[in-house]
């Protein structure tokens, strides 16, 4: 029967057959070989059936007459963004006829409600407390709290660098080989890498020009290749 995979606290999931039983080591396997998942980033996932977190030595039967929910908990933003996105984008159909998945549930079509209460046990507060209390003694975190608290429109500006999908303007037409820049726009670019170079992102000088001459000068483009 189905096996519905859905984010914790999102209406975000797949749909899946499989027969007999589910284990955390197939559910990996599931999420590495349809999904892309890297195995480091598997070790950040815990599973959760009927509010109880899975144990790794259990194997859960998989009821014939409905479907069987499995919520994805992870306390790492940068997995669970990956992991909407696959889920917004998924479309595959295995051949294996134990396990045929689907693209992603809408949650008008299937009968959990996106509004089920998932009750956390003293072992996910516990998890969660330990990752948080960690965060509170790092200084790099609490500088950056400290600046979406006090600067919050410079967080919402790097998150755009950061979050934002491929490139959609055509600057090629713009592009001129080092070789064809005059000296002034020679000085220019030296200037601009200057001014990369005071952001201490420990890349080299030559990267930074050779960016600069691919995305014509144009800063925005530049930074967001550089830390992407």
């Known amino acids: 029967m189905p096996i519905v995979l859905r984010l914790y606290n999102l209406p975000k999931g797949i749909k899946f057959n499989w027969h007999n039983f589910i284990n955390i080591s197939i559910l990996n396997d599931i999420l590495i070989n349809t999904c892309n998942m890297e195995l480091n980033e598997l070790l950040n996932l815990k599973y959760i059936i009927d509010s109880k977190l899975m144990d790794d030595n259990i194997d859960y039967p998989v009821p014939t007459d409905d479907d069987l929910l499995i919520i994805i908990f992870s306390t790492e933003t940068s997995i669970l963004l990956k992991l909407i996105n696959i889920f917004d984008k998924f479309n595959i159909n295995s051949d294996n006829k134990n396990n045929n998945v689907s693209g992603p549930i809408d949650e008008k079509e299937n009968e959990i409600s996106k509004d089920t209460e998932l009750a ?74 200057d001014q990369i170079m005071n952001l201490n992102l420990n890349i080299s000088r030559d990267i930074i020009f050779n960016k600069l001459l691919k995305y014509s000068g144009h800063l925005n483009f530049v930074l967001r290749d550089l830390i992407k």
């Not at 956390?120 to 400290?146: C, E, G, Y």
């Not at 600067?151 to 998150?159: A, D, M, V, W």
């Not at 934002?164 to 670019?189: A, C």
């Open 120 to 193: 956390i046990d003293k072992n996910i507060i516990d998890t969660i407390n330990n990752k948080t209390l960690k965060l509170f003694q790092d200084d790099d975190f609490k500088q950056i709290l400290k600046i979406y608290m006090n600067r919050p429109e410079i967080f919402k500006t790097l998150l755009e660098y950061i979050q934002t999908g491929d490139f959609n303007f055509d600057i090629s037409k713009l592009n001129k080989s080092l070789d064809q820049m005059s000296e002034s726009e020679i000085e220019n670019y030296n200037l601009l890498t």
